[in-house]
């Protein structure tokens, strides 16, 4: 069974940074598509950061492209999202998923396993 566990939420003031980190356990397959999403309060959950874990291949939404930087960790199934210039449109509901890569895109359809989020809140 695989368990997707987030951390490094919290509170911050505009232009602060955070580092989330994420790691799923019980992942046995080769490789996997690792991603961060988002939900704000009354919106759509929205992708952040994907990287396929062969090769590091990253992509960004275009609303945190420049800002933040998605990496995968030295140990196995880790991965980080560095979030630098942080705004108070960036406060949501952060998740770290993880897919099969059979497809890796900034989609949730492509994820499989979820974690239960932590929250960050960019005051002005």
């Known amino acids: 069974q695989v368990q997707v566990v987030e951390s490094g939420g919290g509170s911050v003031q505009a232009g602060g940074s955070l580092k989330l980190s994420c790691q799923a356990s019980?992942?046995?397959?080769?490789?996997?598509?690792m991603g961060w999403f988002r939900q704000a309060p009354g919106k759509e959950r929205e992708g952040v950061a994907r990287?396929?874990?062969?090769?590091?291949?990253?992509y960004y939404a275009r609303s945190v492209r420049g800002r933040f930087t998605i990496s995968q960790g030295n140990a196995k199934n880790t991965v980080y999202l560095q979030m630098n210039s942080l705004t108070p449109e960036d406060s949501a509901m952060y998740y770290c998923?993880?897919?099969?890569?059979?497809?890796?895109?900034?989609?949730?359809?492509?994820?499989?396993?979820w974690g239960q989020g932590t929250q960050v809140t960019v005051s002005s």
């Open positions: 990287i396929y874990s062969v090769g590091a291949n990253s």
């Open positions: 019980g992942y046995t397959y080769g490789s996997a598509c």
């Open positions: 998923a993880f897919g099969h890569a059979r497809s890796c895109r900034l989609d949730p359809v492509d994820f499989s396993y």
